[in-house]
């Protein structure tokens, strides 16, 4: 039984560092990114920022507010 929950952690903590490695920026990507964008037109770079904006339009949408009471509004 040890062993069966000895592998179950061992595995539970190497997805949690694969996790942690696919979530964390590159440093070098943000670099060159960087200089990249030095390099792109004006007219690209308004349309991404419009295309980034949207995407958080619908993000705020998925996000339902609280119902307020009546007690709230006293």
């Known amino acids: 039984m040890t062993f069966i929950r000895q592998s179950v952690h061992s595995l539970r903590q190497a997805v949690k560092q694969r996790l942690r490695q696919w979530t964390q920026p590159n440093?070098?990507?943000?670099?060159?990114?960087?200089?990249?964008?030095?390099?792109?037109?004006?007219?690209e770079l308004v349309l991404e920022n419009a295309l980034l904006r949207q995407q958080l339009i619908v993000l705020q949408r998925q996000i339902k507010r609280p119902k307020l009471t009546h007690l709230d509004r006293s």
């Not at 440093?27 to 007219?43: F, G, Q, V, Y």
């Open 27 to 43: 440093n070098h990507s943000l670099i060159r990114n960087a200089a990249l964008d030095i390099t792109r037109p004006k007219s």
